[in-house]
T-cell receptor, first 111, second 114 residues
Framework: KAGVTQTPRYLIKTRGQQVTLSCSPI?????VSWYQQTPGQGLQFLFE???????NKGNFPGRFSGRQFSNSRSEMNVSTLELGDSALYLC??????????FGEGSRLTVL | AQSVTQPDIHITVSEGASLELRCNYS??????LFWYVQSPGQGLQLLLK??????LVQGIKGFEAEFKRSQSSFNLRKPSVHWSDAAEYFC????????????FGTGTLLAVQP
């Protein structure tokens, strides 16, 4: 069974640009959550999608957005990038209410 | 607000020695508690979880954790550490049972000496 796949694994952007990250959950998992991991703030919950609907949202500005498609694949977008957005973005999928399975993350560097 | 505290940022143990990683939580009701491990360049892997019942929980890779309500703690233990256990360990709580919306501690980086 394939795990959670995140693309791209590494990317570099400049301030003011936008970025889209993709997450393919484990087959059959309908819940996808996103987390931001930075050395200063640690792991912080961004949002969670279930059946194409945002079900939970963390405390991040509106520049951070996401969506989920009918096949449960999810994307997150960050607009008007700031230096502080440099982080490892982790996606996790679950059946719903069960164990979270994390991908290896997308490492974003903002210059 | 719910929070998780891992007081030890960095711990070094010798291979074969026992290990205890501390975790304290702040939550009114009985929390759902988790321990995850992250190896360099990897995502997080669940070691074990506590929802209810027996307060001593067994996990993968020989780890266990004990829930102590009186101390608001959920410490992770392993009787004999292997070099492959070197990684970062995160304690997490699921507020209001929302297991998809975890609050993580700041992590404890474990180094293992030969």
């Amino acid at each position: 069974k394939a795990g959670v796949t995140q693309t791209p694994r590494y990317l570099i952007k400049t301030r003011g640009q936008q970025v889209t990250l993709s997450c393919s959950p484990i087959s059959g998992h309908r819940s996808v959550s996103w987390y931001q991991q930075t050395p200063g703030q640690g792991l912080q919950f961004l949002f969670e999608y279930f059946s194409e609907t945002q079900r939970n949202k963390g405390n991040f500005p509106g520049r951070f957005s996401g969506r989920q498609f009918s096949n449960s694949r999810s994307e997150m977008n960050v607009s008007t990038l700031e230096l502080g957005d440099s982080a490892l973005y982790l996606c996790a999928s679950s059946l719903d209410g069960g164990e979270l399975f994390f991908g290896e993350g997308s490492r974003l560097t903002v210059l | 607000a719910q929070s998780v505290t891992q007081p030890d940022i960095h711990i070094t143990v010798s291979e074969g020695a026992s290990l205890e990683l501390r975790c304290n939580y702040s939550y009114g009701a009985t929390p759902y508690l988790f321990w995850y491990v992250q190896s360099p360049g990897q995502g997080l892997q669940l070691l074990l979880k506590y929802f209810s019942g027996d307060t001593l929980v067994q996990g993968i890779k020989g780890f266990e954790a004990e829930f102590k309500r009186s101390q608001s703690s959920f410490n992770l233990r392993k009787p004999s550490v292997h070099w492959s256990d070197a990684a970062e360990y995160f304690c997490a709580v699921a507020p209001n049972g929302a297991t998809n919306k975890l609050i993580f501690g700041t992590g404890t980086l474990l180094a293992v000496q030969p």
